[in-house]
């Protein structure tokens, strides 16, 4: 008898078969695109065809729910895989969510009647999306403990339709609560996520013995402050509350974040980087609870959670996840990373500590951090789109 194999096709593209392959370009290339927008606007006073918002509103909730909810479901898409062994979405499936975010971020350039209502109906496709492509694989593999993501990820499409509900004038005055709302949630993903992968990663990663220790209390005091914190800086009640919690998260975070240092992370940028990013949240609770007494500004402090800390956190992760998951090494990363890095601290300086020092440049610093902020997200495009788009070089699926 003849055994004749059908030829094997060989994939040339391989940018949806997993999450992480298309929304980690995305954020990557978006992370350029608006910022360069935003660049123009605010540096050079130049109309760039925003619709329907007023372009600093557009630029703050395009950083949360386009730039980070990117990250974000390219994270949780893979990670969910991991953690149930199930598939979570793929191929045409994955595509439709991903057009439901491109068509949103494109929304707010139609010049139609409309685009907004455009853009808050392909945002909240994109994000049921997601939520149904995670929560399915939990519930269907019991893996209750995965619960409070899930919860996380359904409050961030509540803040996001309390967003455009204020936009759009269905009720008064809701646009700040939703970008509120939306940031410390996805800080709050960011807390979560960091507990359960920065002492792994150190511990594999660095060449000694060093584990990083975790003290369980500390676990069990940092969600509920956390929580407690975010619902009175949201809805703006009690100062005095919010700086206490601000002041008692930062203890419990410098704890944690101090458990996990080893001096041997310097040589490894894909661990410095994580352990930067966490102490400028750290950092960012200390400001929040010495603001009660100074004239501490609040951009600085919600830059430095956001440009110090999710932005440093989302390109590490990004760049470590996908070495690892297109079968790469992850303790060789490219050359390249470390200017990655450097570039985005620069940002992080140019965008926080030098306006707090050298006020009278203000303008100049902004400047300069979102030229560096575009170089490091253009470095991490070039040289990750590649491994990005084809298969995993080891040639197993993903």
Known sequence: MLNIDEPKVEQKLAIFNSGFRIFFLSAGLFAVISMLLWLVNYSLNVDVGVKGFFTVTWHAHEMIYGYAMAVVSGFLLTAVTNWTNRKTLTGKSLSLMFVFWLLARASAF?????NVEMMFLFD???LIMLLTGISLPVMKSRQWSQI???????LILLSNTLFYAGQLGFVDGTERTGLYAGFYLILLLVLILSRRVIPFFIEKGVDNDFVPANKIWVDKLVLPLFIGFITLDIFDINSAAISILAALLFVLNLLRVSNWYSHAIWSKPLLWILILAYSFITLGFLLKAVAYVTDMSELIILHLFAVGGVSLITLGMMSRVALGHTGR?????????FWIFVSIVLAVIFRVLFP???GGYYLQWILLSQLFWIVAFTIFCISYSVMLLKPRIDGRPG
């Open 148 to 154: 409070s993501i899930i919860l996380v990820v359904f």
């Open 329 to 337: 090494n992850v303790f060789d990363p490219p050359a390249v990373v």
């Open 110 to 114: 139609l010049a139609l009647e409309n």
């Open 356 to 358: 707090m020092f050298f």
């Open 124 to 126: 909240s496709l994109f």
